[in-house]
C-alpha cells in the first residue's frame, strides 16, 4: 500500500528532522519525505495539519504477563492497549514464567505478538538461568533465537563472581546487558524509599544506597570486563551524578529511567495508596528533579513505561502485601509530553527518549524515519486532552497511580511496516 | 490526605480511629475527658454501662497480644456490646482476597466495628477503605504505622501525672525503627503541645528522618534523659537482638536499659512508662519498674477507659450533653 501522510510536523530525532513536511510509505518502507518518489501513486492518505509525525515509539520494558500470567495480562491485550498509545515496539524482560531462558520460550512470544498483529515484541533473555543468579544463561542461543538483550529483571545477582563473569561472557556473545541494580541486602524487602514518608508511614524501606551501591558494582565490573550495560529504572538523583562521571570517563553504557519516576514521589504513597507501590520505590522530590535534569542532559537516555499490569486482587491489601508495579502504557506519549510542556525537556529531546534511544539500545531498526526504514509510525495531536479514566484503559491491568490525570496529547494514527493499525 | 481524612465523616467526627495524625488537638482532648468519665465508672462495682447494647464488635488480630486484645475486649464488654474475638494466623491470609473475604463473612454476620491488629502497615486503613459505610474501624496496631489507642491512654497517663502538656520534655527510649508504638506517640505529644520530645536509641534504631516527625534522636541515653519530666520506653523484639540491629542484650542494657543511674538525669519527678509487656533486665530494672515512678500498671487500666471513649465516639454513641 502506498500511504501519504500529509502536512505533519515531522520529528525524527535520528535524523536531526523537525520540519513540516508529508512522508511517503511504500512495501511498508520509508520511501520519501517532503519530496514524493517518482511515480508514488497516493493509494491511501492521512491528513496530519496540526498534528506531529514521528516514529512509533519504542518501550524499552513492558511486562505483557505471558506466558505465565495470563490472568493479569496477555500479549495480545497489552500490545492492542500499546499501539493505541502509539507504541510499535516493546521489549519484555524474561520474569515470565517460564523464564525466558531458553529458545522455546523466545519463539513462543515471537509467535504469540505475531498473532496479535499490534506491537512488535522483542524479548530480553535471562542473563542467568531461571533468574537464580547461579549459572549463565545460554545467551548465545537466546540471541540467535531473537533476544535483543539479556537481563536479570528484578532478580538479584548478590555473587559478584556471578555477575563478573555474567558480563564477560555477554562480551563473548556480543549482547547487551539490561541491569536493575538494587542491592537487595540494602533494599531487606523494602516497599518504600527510605525518608520522611516511609518513617511517618512505617513502611519498611529502601535507602538510596540500595540502587547506588549496586551501580557503583556495575561500573567497576564495565571497566573491568567492557561490556555493554545498560542501566533500568533509575530512581535517584546521586545515580545520574555516578552515571554521568562514568559516562565522562568513556564508558560504553546506557540508562533509562520509568514514566512513572518521572511524575511522582514518595509523597504520593503517603495515603498507602497501593497503585503507586513501583520498584524501584517512588523517591523524593528531589530525585525526581534529578531524574529530569538526567534526561534533559542526556545521562538517561531513555524513558519506558516500566509497563506492569495486575489484576485488581494483586493491589487489594495492606500496601506491603499487594504486588508492585503500575499499568503505565497507555501513558507514555503524553506524560513524556508534559516534560515538555513544563520545559524540562525539549520536543526532539522527548521524541528522541521515545523512538531513537531506546531503538539504538534495544539494537532494533525501528525508532527512525529514514528513507528505507520500515515504516512505523506515531501520529499525534499534541493539543488534545483527555482524562485517564480506569475504565477507559485497554490495559488489562488497571492498576495506574494517573487516574483522573489529565493527559494533553493523543495518539491519533500508529502505522506498523506501512499498515494503519490503529486510528482514532 | 485522603489516608488521614477517610478516618472523619463529613462533619469531622470520627468514623474510625486508624491514627492520630490528622487529628486535631480539641479532638484528642475531646477523647482524654470522655476516658475522664468512664475511668470513674471502673471505680463502681458495677462496671456496665449500655452505651453499645445489641451491638456487636469484632476483634480481629492477625497478630498475636493479650493486652491489647483483653482491654479491648473488657472495654467492649463494659459498653454491654457483644465481643466477638477472632485470632487468624497471619499465614492464613498471605492472599489479600483472604482478607477481604475474612471481612466480607463477618460483615455478612451483621458486625458494627471491626478492632484490627495486623503486622502490616496500613492494614487498618486498607480495611477501613474497604468496609460497608456503616461499619467501624479501630486501628489495635498496624505493622510499624499507628497504635494509636495506646498512645492516647499513655496521653491519658501523662494527663494524670503533668496536667500541662505545654510545659513537658519527653523522652521515648529504645527501639524506635520498628514502633507503631513511638510514631503514635511522637503524633500524640506534638499535637497536645508538648515543646520537646526526644527518641533516644543506638542509629541502628532510630530511622535518620525521625525529626520530620518532630523529635530530635539521641544516642546518648544520659543527654537524652536530662530535664525530661516523662520517660517512656519502647519494647524492644527479642527478634531485635544478636543481629546487625543490636549486638547482645547486655550491651543494649547497659548503654538503654533505665536504671536509677540514668533516671538520675531526668527530673526528680519523673514518671515512667512502658507500653508491656517488659522485658525486666533488658529494657528496665526492675527496681524501677516496681517502684513508685513506674506508672505502668496505671497505663494498663487507663487502657480500657481509653479504649471505652474511642469505641463510644466512633460509633456516635456520646451523649449528647458532653458533646
Same mark, same amino acid.
Given at each position: ?23 511517503? =510509505? ?46 493479569? $495480562? ?131 524501606? =529502601? ?85 529530569? $535534569? ?131 | ?29 475531646? =477523647? ?137 520534655? @519527653? ?34 534504631? =532510630? ?106 465516639? @466512633? ?9
Amino acid at each position: 500500500m502506498r500511504l501519504k501522510i500529509s502536512n505533519g510536523r515531522i520529528i525524527d530525532p535520528a535524523n536531526k528532522l523537525d520540519q513540516k513536511a508529508d512522508l511517503f =510509505i511504500e512495501a511498508g518502507h520509508v520511501v520519501g519525505i517532503d519530496k514524493s518518489p517518482k511515480g508514488f501513486k497516493v493509494e491511501m492518505e492521512i491528513d496530519a495539519s496540526n498534528q506531529i509525525v514521528c516514529p512509533g515509539l519504542v518501550d524499552l520494558c513492558a511486562r505483557l504477563r505471558e506466558p505465565g500470567q495470563e490472568h493479569k $495480562a496477555t500479549i495480545a491485550s497489552e500490545t492492542a492497549a500499546a499501539v493505541t498509545a502509539g507504541i510499535t515496539s516493546i521489549c519484555c524482560p524474561p520474569d515470565t514464567i517460564p523464564v525466558i531462558d531458553t529458545p522455546a520460550v523466545v519463539e513462543l512470544i515471537y509467535r504469540r505478538s505475531l498473532n496479535s498483529n499490534q506491537s512488535r515484541v522483542f524479548p530480553l533473555g535471562a542473563l542467568t538461568y531461571r533468574l537464580q543468579s547461579e549459572t549463565l544463561a545460554e545467551m548465545d542461543a537466546l540471541k540467535a533465537a531473537g533476544c535483543i538483550g539479556v537481563s536479570n529483571a528484578y532478580a538479584p545477582i548478590r555473587n559478584t563472581e556471578v555477575l563478573r563473569r555474567a558480563l564477560e561472557y555477554a562480551v563473548t556473545c556480543d549482547i547487551t546487558v539490561h541491569l536493575y541494580c538494587e542491592d537487595d541486602f540494602l533494599g531487606n524487602n523494602g516497599v518504600a524509599h527510605e525518608g520522611s514518608v516511609s518513617t511517618r508511614l512505617g513502611l519498611p524501606s =529502601i535507602p538510596e544506597t540500595a540502587e547506588t551501591i549496586a551501580i557503583s558494582r556495575v561500573l567497576l565490573l564495565v571497566e573491568q570486563t567492557g561490556a555493554r550495560v545498560h542501566f533500568c529504572r533509575i530512581s535517584t538523583a546521586r545515580s545520574i551524578e555516578l552515571l554521568a562521571e562514568a559516562k565522562s570517563r568513556g564508558l560504553d553504557i546506557t540508562a533509562d529511567v520509568g514514566i512513572t519516576h518521572l511524575h511522582l514521589t514518595d509523597m504520593d504513597i503517603s495515603s498507602f495508596n497501593t497503585d503507586c507501590y513501583v520498584l524501584p520505590p517512588l523517591r523524593s522530590q528531589r530525585d525526581k528533579e534529578g531524574l529530569r $535534569a538526567g534526561l534533559a542532559n542526556e545521562t538517561i537516555n531513555a524513558i519506558c513505561s516500566d509497563h506492569q499490569p495486575h489484576e485488581s486482587d494483586a493491589k487489594s491489601a495492606p500496601f506491603s502485601m499487594t504486588e508492585p508495579g503500575a499499568s503505565t502504557i497507555e501513558m507514555l506519549l503524553p506524560l513524556t509530553l508534559q516534560l515538555v510542556r513544563d520545559n524540562h525537556l525539549s520536543l526532539q529531546q522527548a521524541v528522541a527518549a521515545l523512538t531513537s534511544a531506546p531503538a539504538e539500545i534495544a539494537g532494533i531498526d525501528a525508532g527512525k524515519l529514514s528513507i528505507g526504514s520500515p515504516a512505523d509510525v506515531c501520529v499525534f495531536d499534541p493539543d488534545a486532552s483527555w482524562t485517564v479514566e480506569r475504565k477507559f484503559l485497554l490495559s488489562a491491568g488497571k492498576n495506574t497511580p494517573f487516574t483522573s490525570w489529565e493527559m494533553t496529547g493523543k495518539v491519533t494514527h500508529t502505522i506498523l511496516d506501512g499498515n494503519i493499525i490503529y486510528k482514532i | 490526605m485522603t489516608g488521614n481524612n477517610i478516618q472523619l465523616d463529613t462533619k469531622g467526627r470520627l468514623k474510625h480511629f486508624l491514627t492520630i495524625e490528622g487529628i486535631d488537638r480539641s479532638l484528642l482532648l475531646e =477523647i482524654l475527658d470522655y476516658a475522664e468519665s468512664f475511668a470513674a465508672i471502673e471505680e463502681r462495682a458495677v462496671k456496665k454501662v449500655p452505651l453499645l447494647r445489641g451491638k456487636t464488635i469484632a476483634n480481629l488480630f492477625f497478630e498475636p497480644s493479650t493486652r491489647t486484645r483483653t482491654t479491648f475486649e473488657l472495654a467492649a464488654k463494659r459498653l454491654s456490646a457483644d465481643v466477638l474475638n477472632l485470632n487468624i494466623l497471619s499465614s492464613a491470609t498471605k492472599k489479600g482476597e483472604t482478607l477481604l473475604d475474612t471481612l466480607q463473612t463477618l460483615e455478612a454476620m451483621h458486625c458494627d466495628m471491626f478492632v484490627i491488629r495486623h503486622a502490616n502497615s496500613g492494614a487498618a486503613h486498607f480495611i477501613a477503605s474497604q468496609v460497608a459505610p456503616h461499619i467501624h474501624v479501630i486501628n489495635g496496631g498496624d505493622g510499624r504505622h499507628s497504635h494509636p489507642t495506646q498512645a492516647m491512654l499513655d496521653m491519658f497517663t501523662i494527663r494524670k501525672h503533668k496536667p500541662d502538656f505545654s510545659k513537658l520534655k @519527653v523522652a521515648i527510649i529504645g527501639d524506635v525503627l520498628h514502633s507503631r508504638v513511638a510514631r503514635s506517640e511522637i503524633h500524640a505529644l506534638n499535637i497536645l503541645g508538648v515543646p520537646e520530645i526526644r527518641v533516644i536509641g543506638p542509629k541502628t534504631l =532510630i530511622p535518620d528522618t525521625i525529626d520530620g516527625l518532630g523529635a530530635h534522636a539521641y544516642y546518648d541515653i544520659n543527654d537524652g534523659m536530662k530535664d525530661v519530666d516523662v520517660v517512656m520506653m519502647l519494647r524492644l523484639q527479642r527478634e531485635r537482638m544478636r543481629s546487625a540491629m543490636l549486638p547482645s542484650e547486655q550491651e543494649y542494657f547497659k548503654r538503654y536499659g533505665l536504671n536509677e543511674k540514668k533516671l538520675a538525669f531526668a527530673k526528680p519527678d519523673a514518671i515512667v512508662m512502658h507500653p508491656g509487656p517488659i522485658n525486666r533486665g533488658i529494657e528496665i530494672d526492675s527496681h524501677i519498674a516496681d517502684s513508685e515512678r513506674s506508672v505502668i500498671l496505671q497505663q494498663v487500666s487507663h487502657g480500657i477507659a481509653v479504649r471505652m471513649a474511642v469505641m463510644a465516639m @466512633v460509633m456516635g454513641s456520646r451523649s449528647k450533653e458532653t458533646q
